[in-house]
């Protein structure tokens, strides 16, 4: 802070030290969080561009678009809210299928007329990208109809087990316990 004030001070060539006073004042009273018109002309411009590439806004970018941008803070949470509903539906996504079902959906249904088209779409691709890296997609069974498969031999195998199960104590005694605890012979010839 204290360059850029020297700094200021001779670019201004403040010759007196009353002008001098008067400037450190102003300094001092001058808010940190109080930005320029070219401070704030660059950070949206970096908001903006984040929601062209479909990144996330932090919380942070968030409040800063609700306090001086109420305009553009409508369209990015529009943008977060369309988002996580196309990232729920991923969640619980049983196929590779599945999951490109819903993403060209979700991207399809996007009026052509929307003022946030290119926003949205470009947050749909992100979590796109996203989904094909995570270990949970390369999980899952390419299609739907391999999905259904997977879960009919897991629930057989869950039936098989408890039919086994019942088998058993059916077919349990505590005469075959004994015979099966008694030795063996062989006679040999």
Do not use: C
């Amino acid at each position: 802070m204290v360059n850029s004030i020297t700094e200021n001070i001779t670019q201004n060539k403040i010759q007196n030290k009353a002008e001098l006073g008067k400037y450190l004042l102003d300094k001092l009273n001058h808010s940190e969080n109080e930005m320029t018109d070219e401070e704030k002309q660059k950070m949206d411009e970096k908001i903006q561009s984040k929601l062209k590439r479909g990144k996330k806004l932090t919380p942070k970018e968030l409040k800063y678009l609700q306090e001086t941008n109420p305009e553009l803070y409508r369209h990015a949470m529009r943008v977060q809210m369309e988002a996580k509903m196309v990232e729920e539906q991923l969640k619980h996504a049983k196929s590779k299928e599945e999951v490109h079902r819903i993403i060209s959906g979700a991207i399809s249904s996007v009026s052509k007329k929307d003022p946030d088209r290119e926003y949205i779409i470009a947050a749909i691709n992100e979590l796109s990208k996203e989904m094909h890296k995570s270990p949970s997609y390369n999980r899952l069974p390419a299609t739907i109809e391999e999905a259904k498969k997977k879960a009919e031999q897991k629930e057989n195998k869950i039936e098989w087990d408890d039919e086994e199960d019942d088998n058993d104590l059916m077919n349990w005694s505590p005469l075959q316990e004994v015979i099966d605890a008694m030795p063996s012979f062989s006679v040999g010839a």
